[in-house]
């Protein structure tokens, strides 16, 4: 026999998408290893039409190539525990999915400089809620509030907390609330999310140390003199604690979620389901809709009916 026949099958490894570039799959080992992976043959997902078979987060199955570049050939994608999406820019009625495998989501939010609109932090509590992540804002650049500005924060947050969504308070250029905030991380895949000017690229830095070795680190294999688009990108905290951060989460946002659905995904109103008038009822101007009586009555606060009124109408209210 020649050496060829006898060489055995390269091991079968296992790990996390920590990058993707569209083609070329950046793959963390369980050893902390990272390989540049590509995809053997097409993944087609049941169900679900994706303009990307793979996500940041996705658990895979790979065997190592060329073990001097790094590069490997994935042949199993794990079973997804959730996942998070937003429309696909490149393929009509497809969604690109943004992460999977989330314990949380955090959304960094401001409300000054700039004020991040009830309409923006609601879109992402229902697309959450779709998906099954659970969601805890963080409200930073306290330290530009007067007294009035916290007054005005802590009822915000008790809106939302009464709804089930808990908040932490935080001025990440001056560290302040940061470590509180990474005791949230610990053990967890968590997705950081925010519009742009609210601080999260400052709070990340403070989070993860040695952040622009660790960026580089992964960069190293997935920008090769190729052009790519990052969606997303897996950070480790520290072993066992992960942050995958979001650019262009504004694009995130309710993707074919039904008129008839979208009340579900309000707490508040799916507490009252079943006690309208109507089995139907959309709770904008029929008769006996026990969600307008709440607004009436101040159980509903005025700011999640207007963002569900915007929502239903189909306009951009993420301002």
């Not at 999260?200 to 960026?215: E, F, G, H, M």
Request: net charge negative; hydrophobic share 40%.
């Amino acid at each position: 026999m020649n050496s060829e026949t006898t060489q055995s099958a390269p091991p079968l490894l296992h790990g996390v998408v920590v990058k993707s570039t569209g083609s070329w799959y950046v793959v963390r080992a369980a050893s902390g290893q990272l390989y540049r992976c590509r995809l053997r043959g097409k993944f087609k997902m049941k169900g679900l039409k994706a303009s990307n078979p793979l996500a940041v987060g996705d658990q895979v199955d790979f065997t190592v190539e060329a073990q001097a570049e790094g590069a490997g050939v994935i042949s199993h994608i794990a079973p997804r525990r959730n996942y998070i999406v937003r429309r696909s820019v490149h393929k009509t009625g497809h969604v690109h999915i943004v992460a999977a495998n989330l314990d949380q989501a955090m959304l960094v939010v401001t409300l000054v400089s700039p004020a991040t609109s009830f309409g923006f932090i609601d879109r992402f509590l229902v697309t959450a809620e779709a998906y099954h992540i659970p969601v805890t804002l963080l409200f930073n650049k306290t330290d530009l509030y007067d007294e009035e500005g916290f007054a005005y924060q802590a009822e915000i947050a008790g809106m939302y907390a009464s709804l089930g969504y808990p908040s932490r308070t935080c001025a990440a250029s001056l560290g302040e609330g940061v470590a509180e905030i990474d005791q949230l991380l610990e053990g967890k895949v968590s997705l950081l999310a925010g519009h742009s000017g609210v601080g999260k690229s400052t709070l990340i830095n403070a989070l993860v140390p040695d952040l622009d070795l660790k960026t580089a680190e992964i960069s190293d294999f997935s920008d090769k003199g190729v052009h790519t688009t990052t969606f997303a990108e897996m950070l480790e905290v520290r072993p066992g604690t992960f942050i995958i951060d979001t650019p262009g989460i504004k694009e995130l946002g309710l993707v074919d979620l039904p008129p008839a659905e979208l009340a579900g995904y309000f707490p508040e109103f799916r507490a009252l389901l079943g006690q309208c008038r109507y089995h139907n009822c959309q709770h904008t101007h029929e008769p006996g809709c026990a969600v307008r009586e709440a607004v009436d009555q101040g159980r509903i606060a005025l700011p999640r009916y207007d963002s569900y009124l915007s929502m239903l109408a189909g306009e951009d209210n993420r301002h």
